[in-house]
């Protein structure tokens, strides 16, 4: 039995690596396509080493020892929903795969993504309130429920809640720092006030489950794995506020070099 559920998990394994690889090699692929197009600007170097660091987190996730252990260890478990759900996330939107695939796809198809994007159904997803709703809400549901215990023994369930986490961490991301195209955008205070609340929703959840551990963790076990979410989390979060905020400096940094010959000229004749 102990042979069929390792063999079980070593086909399981060699699927998830092909299909990583496939999307990996896709990316850079469409890269090479991209920058074949004179009118553009070659794909920034930069993103391939994000989009490769995304990938290759994501496997440590799913793949390998630490899916197994996190079974039967909270604090691995948090571990890998850091992982997963915040720093897969984030590199994956810095190295902006839809806009890669916007620049390679041909213009009639490119054409029918951007009307895709632009349905009211993403348009509402990609709100900041929304996004940090399915977010945030969504780990404090399925940490404070039942859920937490089923996803360990029903393996829909499972599947269904991990691809929750990582689509609802992506687009919590691409809601925050605009490198995605989106159908709506927000002002920078507005979404500083939203993230602000979301982040800090994400540290009392943390210290919620320091002291009330979800159905069958052991309390030593939860104290450890929270305190990875608490301090883990806000590493992370660290190199989104980052990001942010750096979009934010050159979005209101003066122009003062558009003008600068004429405001010298103007300065030499009075």
Known sequence: ????????????????????????????????????????????????????????????????????????????????HLLWGMLVPLLIVLAAPITLMLRTLPVSMGRRLSRLLQLPYFHWVIHPVIAALLNIGGLWLLYTTDLFMLMHKKVWINLLIHFHVFMAGFVFTMSFIYIEPVSRRFSFKYRAIVLVTALAGHGILSKYLYAHPPAGIEKTDAETGSMVMYYGGDMIDALLIIVFCYQWYRAARPRVYENFPSQQKEAKTT
Not at 4 to 25: P, V
Request: hydrophobic share 45%; aromatic share 12%.
């Open 1 to 80: 039995m102990e042979h069929e559920h390792s063999s079980l998990w070593n086909t399981r394994d060699t699927l998830i690596l092909l299909l990583a690889g496939i999307i990996w090699t896709g990316y850079f692929m469409a890269g090479i396509v991209s920058n074949r197009h004179r009118s553009l600007q070659k794909w920034p170097r930069y993103r391939y080493v994000l989009w490769t660091a995304g990938i290759l987190c994501a496997g440590a996730t799913v793949v390998g020892p630490l899916p197994k252990l996190a079974h039967h260890d909270f604090t691995l478990h948090m571990a890998g």
